[in-house]
């Protein structure tokens, strides 16, 4: 080798040499600033989330805080969680370390949020925002653990070279995972698009998850960019593409503006809801507007009912906003800014179906006042929403009225027969135990707690306070008071309460005695302790007391046998006291049924009647049993020379006193033809018809038609009027004019489906025949057996109809609840199980009153009532008018029983001039004269001795015939021409019946 290449290969070697160290410095040099970038990027990531989990825990403590207090609207709400999934989306992200996404670190750092979103949504739904605001810290934790246990499991299939590797098989199946994941969701999304639109999103974010999860990788190995983005480019294609055409889809929809209906209002009677019992919202009474059941208690629950048509893939909600206006704030209560709550959704498609808005009050703990309340009606699919603009209204909430019940001490009786203030007699120790044993309810029965509550006792001096006091937690007291020797039998109770921010002041009474009589007898207090009975009474009470009785009468056998009208009697019982003596009926099964039935005129009717258009024409018909309405069908054609548009439609109308007037509903347009035949006319959806009722079908038509059908004896049969068909048939119907031309129009209904049940009704009426001083009670008492619904009415005459019980017996008679001309009560007990068969077995049913024995005491105003205590003088004075009586003859003071009183010996002078005297005078014979009748003989009319004056009666003849009118020929002629009236006035003397009339007449001119 020669010098020459030698020193060229040296000098190549140190060129190299040189390069590579130049090389080794640059990359060292890279390496550390990598190194450095690695450092700051791992220190910024910590910082973002160190901040992300900050911000995450202030919002979701101040989100919770807002809704335990109620400070914040619902719509800013909705924002702070929503800032929670975004939030969370952050801490998932920075908890990557290097912000390397793989696979399943995309799957949980998006499919945590996502889930969370969907529970949010769903909670969101049924009104459950606190526990929607919890979602997301749940889900953080959850993730994070379930994140951790994968990258152990990853590690370790690695470590130790699984045959079986979660990793190798995710790779081998990724492809088949995506299509079947997509398929399924196909069908995921379209059921879910035909049950429950509104949770569309769900189905959503399922598909973009599935989509990250098993989107196929690229090969491409041209650099890590080039890996990491064709390797997402797949996935985020698909989810563009998909999102985008859902987004679009939705937001055309969106567009379309949403009418507002229009709202109904009922309220559920307060003693339903306590029974417990299933509530058919459709057969409240429903008010066309809120005034009709403004205003409501606190505790009150009120429907609002609006008719709701959805379409495929729509679901309807009702939202309902209440904002207080004026409220007067009360200390530990909450006034909030709003309070919102919504109706459950009602999934399309569907036509003019019933949405029921249930609002409890006593569920949002509102304070009494004025509010506001908006009601909107929204349209949802998916990610579309659309709301109507809200009707508002003025709604004014008022307190509630409290009551007193009973604690139920004793399970050997009913608490009817001792209610909350009983008497209990010690027979050894001769005094009377009064137990004020109850408990303080609102108008749901739900205990309330009160101070102040005032125990009152009718003693001697009327009502005296025995204790104030406060009521337990759950509502209860308890407070006894003894009564030495005797204890009036009608003593009453008394519990007062003043009321205060949320109730109504409370007065109850009810009997406080034994309240059962002892011995037929009653008898008077000791209320001092001394032994003997004190006079609690005035001198006029003990005169009414002599001349009247207080009694009782039941039912007879007879009478509760005929009032039975489902159910069997088994046994008559004592129906007096509550001695277990019982009169027992036993319940009738009666099969639940379905069907289908018609009613109307079905015969073709050979009488024709031309209809011009714009009209209304109907017949009344009664309907036999409940029915659900479908088609109405009309025998009839088209009018000769009918013009356009020949169509009709068919509606159905309430009855009012004969005449049509509410419209139910109308059916769907019919074009008519020329041909004669039965026109069916269909509703959609079926209208409802009660059993025994009368309803107008009718035809309404815009062109003209002739119906057919066949006259009866009655001029209200058919009810007409005119009525533009463009805007629908009138509600109400208008007025009418009326004939007998029964229409052929019949009407075909679904017979309304019943389960089986076993049933009692029962009606008994019975009266007082005695001569009657006051009605004063009606008491009950009664069981089941099995346990069955009882629902006891007692008949309101005023009203009239039934009043159903809630409070208990003893029931005041007050003049709505008896027939005063024949002091006649009447009640009605309607028992049902529906599953099994049982007996009701009654123990007490009577009527108290009081028995006037007839002359003893004036119901009058007593006039004079002196107590003869002067002790002194020869006079005494009246306590009422300060009238002076004087005593005469030998009457002398002496001690009474009470203060002085006056001794009448019978041994003094007759009465002096001057003192009132009670005498008599008769008619003497002279004034006796008689017009018809002879005078025989004058008696003694002093007194009953049959010593009797006499008159004889004169006999005058009967008529057998008379006439009435001018008998004599007259010497005038009048002419009468035909098809004419004329006649003269005469008047009748004596009661008769006319047989003939005669005139003196001729025809003229050889007339017929």
């Known amino acids: 080798m020669t010098e020459n290449s030698l020193k060229v290969r040296f000098e190549s070697q140190e060129l190299n040499r040189s390069i590579k160290q130049e090389e080794s410095s640059r990359i060292s040099s890279v ?156 069908f995921v999304y379209s059921f879910i698009f035909y049950t429950e639109p509104q949770n569309l999103t769900f189905s959503a974010f399922m598909v973009i998850g599935f989509t990250l999860m098993f989107t196929k990788k690229s090969k491409t190995k041209a650099s890590n960019y080039c890996n990491i983005r064709d390797q997402h480019l797949r996935s985020v294609t698909l989810i563009s593409i998909f999102l985008i055409c859902m987004t679009s889809i939705f937001a055309v929809g969106s567009i379309i503006p949403v009418a507002t209906p229009s709202f109904q209002f009922a309220i559920v009677s307060q003693s339903s809801r306590i029974e417990g019992a299933d509530i058919d919202f459709s057969n409240l009474e429903y008010y066309t507007s809120l005034d009709g059941i403004n205003p409501l208690t606190i505790n009150d629950k009120f429907i609002i009912m609006c008719d709701a048509s959805p379409s495929s893939g729509q ?135 009160v101070k102040g509550l005032e125990l009152n006792l009718q003693l001697r001096n009327g009502y005296e306070n025995l204790t104030t006091l406060d009521t337990n937690k759950d509502g209860s007291f308890f407070f006894t008071y003894q009564i030495n020797g005797s204890f009036a039998l009608k003593s009453r109770a008394q519990i007062e309460y003043a009321g205060d921010a949320l109730y109504n002041p409370l007065a109850y009474e009810e009997m406080a005695g034994l309240e059962r009589e002892i011995n037929d007898h009653y008898f008077f207090p000791d209320t001092d302790g001394d032994g003997y009975p004190n006079w609690d009474f005035t001198l006029y009470d003990l005169l009414k007391m002599q ?92 009018g000769g020379g009918a013009k356009s548009p020949k169509v009709a439609r068919a509606a159905i109308y309430t009855d009012n006193l004969g005449s049509p007037d509410a419209l139910l509903d109308e059916s769907i347009a019919r074009t008519i033809t020329g041909t004669l035949q039965w026109w069916d006319f269909t509703f959609s959806p079926s209208v409802h018809l009660d059993a025994n009722t009368p309803y107008w079908l009718v035809i309404h038509t815009a062109t003209k038609i002739d119906i057919y059908g066949t006259p009866i004896p009655s001029t209200t049969q058919r009810s007409y009027n005119d009525d533009s068909y ?70 309101n005459y005023n009203t009239p109809g039934y009043d159903l019980q809630t409070s208990g017996s003893p029931l005041a008679l007050t003049t709505d609840y008896y027939d005063g001309p024949t002091n006649t009560v009447k009640v009605k007990f309607d028992c049902d199980s529906p599953s099994s068969a049982f007996s009701l077995y009654i123990d007490v049913l009577r009527i108290d009153y009081t028995f006037s024995l007839g002359g003893g005491a004036s119901t009058d105003t007593l006039d004079f009532y ?116 004329q006649g003269s006035k005469f008047t009748l003397s004596e009661a008769g019946t006319v047989t003939s009339i005669s005139v003196w007449a001729k025809l003229r001119n050889g007339g017929n």
């Open 866 to 981: 002196a107590l003869f205590d002067e002790n002194t003088g020869v006079s005494s004075f009246d306590k009422i008018n300060n009238f002076e009586g004087f005593l005469q003859g030998d009457t002398s003071w002496t001690s009474g029983i009470h203060n002085s009183s006056l001794l009448f010996d019978g041994d003094g002078l007759p009465p002096n001039s001057g003192v009132n005297e009670t005498r008599y005078v008769m008619p003497s014979q002279n004034n006796f004269s008689t017009s018809d009748g002879t005078f025989n003989y004058y008696g003694n009319l002093e007194s009953v001795d049959y010593n009797e004056t006499e008159i004889v009666s004169e006999f005058i003849p009967g008529l057998s015939a008379g006439t009435l009118g001018y008998n004599s020929i007259g010497g005038t002629r009048r002419r009468i021409n035909g098809n004419n009236k």
């Open 31 to 186: 390496y550390q600033k990598i190194k450095n970038i690695s450092n700051n990027k791992k220190r910024l990531i910590s910082i973002n989330l160190l901040l992300s989990l900050i911000g995450f825990i202030t919002v979701y403590l101040f989100t919770t805080g807002s809704l335990v207090k109620g400070s914040l609207p619902i719509g800013l709400i909705y924002a702070l969680i929503l800032l929670e999934t975004i939030l969370l989306l952050f801490v998932m992200i920075f908890s990557t370390k290097n912000l390397r996404f793989t696979k399943f670190r995309l799957l949980f750092m998006i499919g945590s949020p996502l889930l969370s979103l969907t529970l949010i949504s769903l909670l969101s739904s049924e009104g459950n925002l606190l526990l929607a605001s919890q979602v997301p810290v749940i889900i953080l934790p959850l993730t994070l653990i379930i994140q951790a246990i994968y990258k152990i499991a990853k590690r370790d299939s690695y470590r130790y070279d699984y045959e079986f590797s979660f990793s190798k098989l995710y790779h081998k199946h990724k492809v088949f995972g995506l299509w079947a994941s997509l398929i399924i969701l196909f």
């Open 547 to 638: 001349a009247t009785e207080g009694r009782h009468i039941m039912p007879t056998q007879s009478e509760i046998e005929n009032g039975i009208s489902t159910g069997t009697f088994n046994t008559y019982g004592d129906l007096e006291f509550a001695d277990f003596t019982e009169t027992s009926i036993d319940s009738e099964f009666t099969a639940g049924g379905s069907g289908t039935g018609t009613f109307g005129y079905e015969t073709d009717g050979s009488t024709k009647l031309t209809v011009r258009k714009d009209t209304k024409t109907g017949s009344i018909f009664t309907i036999s049993e409940d029915g659900d309405v479908t088609t109405v069908s009309a025998y009839l054609k088209l």
């Open 726 to 795: 463009a805007d629908f048939a009138d509600d109400p119907f208008g007025a009418a004019t009326q004939d007998d031309l029964q229409l052929s129009i019949y009407a075909s209904y679904d017979i309304s489906s019943s389960p089986d049940s076993n049933d009692i009704i029962a009606e008994f009426e019975w009266s007082v025949s005695d001569t009657v001083q006051s009605m004063d009670y009606i008491q009950w008492d009664y069981r089941t057996n099995p346990s069955a619904t009882v629902d006891f009415y007692i008949w």
């Open 315 to 449: 679901a309807a909600l009702v939202r309902i906003r209440l904002i207080p206006e004026d409220i007067s704030p009360i200390e530990g209560y909450i006034i909030k800014s709003s309070y919102e709550l919504t109706s459950g959704y009602l999934n399309g498609p569907v036509r003019n179906r019933p949405l029921y808005t249930k609002i409890s009050l006593d569920t949002l703990d509102l304070l009494p006042g004025r509010y506001k309340l908006y009601i909107s009606y929204d349209i949802r699919s998916g990610f579309s929403y659309r709301s109507s603009a809200p009707r508002v209204y003025d709604l004014t909430i008022i307190k509630d009225d409290l009551k007193i019940i009973s604690t139920e001490p004793f399970d050997f009786m009913p608490s009817s027969l001792y209610g909350s203030v009983y008497t209990v007699e010690n027979d050894i120790g001769n005094y009377f135990t009064v137990s004020f044993d109850g408990k303080v309810v609102n108008s749901l029965n739900e205990p309330i707690s």
